[in-house]
T-cell receptor
Framework: AQSVAQPEDQVNVAEGNPLTVKCTYS??????LFWYVQYPNRGLQFLLK??????LVKGSYGFEAEFNKSQTSFHLKKPSALVSDSALYFC????????????FGTGTRLTIIP | DTGVSQDPRHKITKRGQNVTFRCDPI?????LYWYRQTLGQGPEFLTY????????KSRLLSDRFSAERPKGSFSTLEIQHTEQGDSAMYLC???????????????FGEGSWLTVV
């Protein structure tokens, strides 16, 4: 069974500072990894994905994520946080065996402090 | 591209009533998914369709739940005899089918909030 862990329920970062939201995964075979963002009472917005290739993936709104196979991690990063980045962030994973189910972590609430 | 559309956005119903949610996927997306999200949790997979065929159902999808995609376009999720535990946000998503071994992005709608009182 596949699983995703987001070890921090809450992350607070000062505006302008770099941010990291952590994610580790467990899947059979090669992982497909995703980050989504959710604003209050809204659906999920796609940020970025790792399928194969370069371990550093660039996505929307200046976010990027680094795939680390040995540590089974896929941390989300941004060099300079904005107040508008405050939201709930979800990491998700699937495997490459035709499995269409995304398994999500429990989410990390990111708060950017002005 | 108008995105994944869900209707209604909010539904309050009495326990025991039936409710139906509709999802219109992104045009020409042949894969459609339903997920459920409860407060403080990440979305959980319920079921997915490829065109009109329902290819997988989660054990979370009890006999009271039924999903259809009759013409391979929009989909409906019906919950019969609702219970308070059904209160959640029901998310629809869609993606395009690429070649074997390929993976495309799954795009989500705004969700349909269900409150069972």
């Amino acid at each position: 069974a596949q699983s995703v862990a987001q070890p921090e329920d809450q992350v607070n970062v000062a505006e302008g500072n770099p941010l990291t939201v952590k994610c580790t995964y467990s899947v059979s075979g090669n992982p497909y990894l995703f980050w989504y963002v959710q604003y209050p009472n809204r659906g999920l917005q796609f940020l970025l994905k790792y399928i194969t290739g370069d371990n550093l993936v660039k996505g929307s709104y200046g976010f990027e994520a680094e795939f680390n196979k040995s540590q089974t991690s896929f941390h989300l990063k941004k060099p300079s946080a904005l107040v508008s980045d405050s939201a709930l962030y979800f990491c998700a994973a699937a495997n490459n065996f035709g499995n269409e189910k995304l398994t999500f972590g429990t989410g990390t609430r990111l708060t950017i402090i002005p | 591209d108008t995105g994944v559309s869900q209707d209604p956005r909010h539904k309050i119903t009495k326990r025991g009533q039936n409710v139906t949610f509709r999802c219109d996927p992104i045009s020409e997306h042949n894969r459609l998914y339903w997920y459920r999200q409860t407060l403080g949790q990440g979305p959980e997979f319920l079921t997915y369709f490829q065109n009109e065929a329902q290819l997988e159902k989660s054990r979370l999808l009890s006999d009271r739940f039924s999903a259809e995609r009759p013409k391979g376009s929009f989909s409906t999720l019906e919950i019969q005899h609702t219970e308070q535990g059904d209160s959640a946000m029901y998310l629809c998503a869609s993606s395009a089918l690429l070649g074997a071994g390929s993976r495309n992005t799954i795009y989500f709608g705004e969700g349909s909030w269900l409150t069972v009182v």
